[in-house]
């Protein structure tokens, strides 16, 4: 062996290159390395060690530092190993219980209370998990219990504190109790993993070719991404108005955004639902508690209260809301909202100002769309990026640089500048159609007094409704309701419009005027007629006979 071979020996190559000789010379050919590491976990999954190592993994004990098995420290800057102390045990234990009425929870099981004899148990075992090298015997947990659950006079963050019974929200702050007056109050907001990666550089590449893919434009791609990065940005604070994203076609990659968006601000924060009717129904507490609500497959029926308690929490700080068990009660919530719906949303109100409907249109549609190979590789390509933590730190940090467009308002939606094509569709959809073709009946014919007695008849023309209903309709075309009398009869209730001035028995327009009897005669009479519905002429006779079947409501 030359001293040049000599100087770069490895025994690692050794090795590797004595077992490839090996195999070579008892299976009479090369193997790969993939096909020598397969056959060497083969070998090891036979062992009575793996076999034991695969069941702790299947109960979860995957991190427990079980007696005689090497374990990982922390380092400090200079590398030398991190030695927990008492305090830092206990600053730990006190911060992952709370009690309340001689029973003990873990902030992540409050459903779940705990005795003292099973809490020591509990105590224990986090312990070994959470600090592997902290020496902890029967001593040492009986100090550490007495000093967690009889300690009255420690300070806060020595002691397992009492719980107030509340859970809330507040998002961006890391800590799991907030203080109230001796009592502690649960913060269910939990800081997702990516964040602790400081040291990512922002990245938003793939996430902005599959928005460019999946957006018709440029211009609903920024709102979107200002809103987002918004809402990142001031995790404490909630818009006042949400994402709504519409395909009539499956397969259009609405799915695959929230996923990522979900991810952003923490699975633990964020609340899937299929439907509205979780969010606004009873024991929604625990849905509004979380930062981010993406709701699926949104279906509401037209002039339903659903949409109207929706807009509500979407635009609303503060709200009464109620959990299994417990009372009811007023609470403060930072929800931010994704909707996805593949039916155009056409119950929403003209000018609604709560929705930015971005229509996700585009070739790459499930079931023939023209680019559907191309689609599905780049959702394939964003879903692996975004299963990296690396990859979703750098996509936060990239967000959080963001700056926002000028017009970008969280708080109130600019529909006259940012409105998209398919909210202009939607608004021009929108009126009530029986209301439209009654206006356009009224417009038509002239009309401007109307008795209640024929009011229905004219609405039920053009849709069968509750009789109750015409007075809504009339009132949203500005018309008004009172009792007037005419042709010597007793006042009667009569819908009619401001224009016409009803006073004394006659008709006031800025261009004409005219007896109310009169224009009930020329003018409803004929409408009426053509609707085929005919009336009783309207008598000047001041002694004409007396109607008896008015109904005023």
Avoid at 282 to 297: D, G, H, V
Wanted: contains cysteine; proline residues 5%; aromatic residues 10%.
């Amino acid at each position: 062996m030359s001293n040049d071979r000599d100087k770069d020996f490895s025994l690692i190559d050794f090795d590797d290159e004595l077992i490839k000789a090996a195999v070579k010379e008892t299976l009479g050919r090369d193997l790969s390395d993939d096909e020598i590491e397969s056959a060497a976990l083969d070998q090891a999954s036979a062992s009575q060690s793996f076999m034991e190592m695969e069941r702790r993994q299947a109960q979860g004990l995957w991190n427990y530092p079980f007696e005689g098995e090497e374990v990982f420290v922390a380092l400090d800057k200079e590398g030398n190993e991190v030695v927990p102390t008492d305090i830092d045990a206990l600053k730990f234990l006190s911060a992952s219980f709370v009690r309340r009425e001689m029973a003990y929870f873990e902030i992540d099981k409050l459903e779940k209370p705990i005795t003292r004899a099973d809490l020591a148990i509990v105590v224990f075992a986090k312990i070994r998990s959470h600090f592997p090298t902290y020496e902890i015997g029967r001593e040492k947990l009986k100090s550490l219990m007495d000093a967690l659950t009889n300690n009255a006079t420690a300070e806060p963050g020595l002691t397992i504190p009492v719980w107030n019974g509340r859970t809330v929200s507040d998002p961006g702050n890391p800590e799991p109790l907030r203080f109230d007056g001796g009592l502690y109050a649960v913060n269910e907001w939990k800081t997702p993993p990516y964040r602790r990666l400081v040291a990512a550089e922002p990245d938003l590449d793939i996430f902005d070719q599959f928005l460019s893919f999946i957006f018709k434009n440029e211009s609903e791609k920024d709102v979107f991404l200002d809103w987002l990065s918004w809402c990142l940005q001031n995790e404490a604070d909630k818009p006042s108005w949400a994402i709504f994203l519409f395909s009539e076609r499956h397969g259009t990659g609405k799915s695959t955004l929230a996923a990522i968006v979900k991810k952003l601000f923490g699975e633990a924060n964020s609340s899937e639902q299929q439907g509205i009717k979780p969010i606004i129904s009873r024991f929604n507490k625990p849905i509004l508690l979380k930062k981010l609500i993406y709701a699926e497959e949104v279906k509401v029926a037209q002039n339903s209260d659903d949409g109207n308690k929706l807009k509500t929490l979407i635009s609303e700080r503060q709200t009464m809301a109620e959990s299994k068990g417990k009372d009811i009660e007023p609470i403060d919530h930072r929800c931010c909202f994704i909707l996805t719906t593949n039916h155009k949303p056409i119950w929403l109100e003209p000018g609604d100002r709560r929705f930015y409907i971005i229509h996700v249109d585009h070739e790459g549609y499930a079931a023939g769309g023209s680019q559907y190979t191309t689609f599905v590789d780049l959702v394939k390509k964003t879903q692996e990026t975004y299963q990296s933590q690396h990859a979703l730190a750098g996509l936060y940090k990239a967000l959080m640089q963001r700056k926002q467009s000028p017009i970008f308002n969280p708080y109130s939606l600019n529909i006259n500048e940012m409105a998209t094509d398919v909210m202009k569709e939607i608004n021009a959809l929108s009126p009530d159609i029986v209301e439209e073709m009654l206006e356009e009946f009224l417009v038509e014919h002239k009309l401007l007094f109307i008795p209640v007695r024929y009011v229905n008849k004219i609405v039920e023309y053009f849709a069968h409704r509750n009789p109750n209903a015409s007075k809504y309709s009339f009132d949203r075309l500005g018309w008004k309701k009172k009792k007037f009398a005419w042709g010597g009869k007793r006042s009667a209730w009569a819908f009619y419009h401001p224009d016409a001035n009803p006073e004394r028995g006659m008709l006031t327009t800025s261009h004409y005027q005219e007896p109310i009897e009169r224009h009930i005669n020329d003018v409803l009479a004929p409408a009426l007629a053509e609707i085929g519905f005919g009336i009783s002429y309207e008598q000047l006779n001041r002694s004409a006979p007396k109607a008896d079947d008015d109904v005023p409501f």
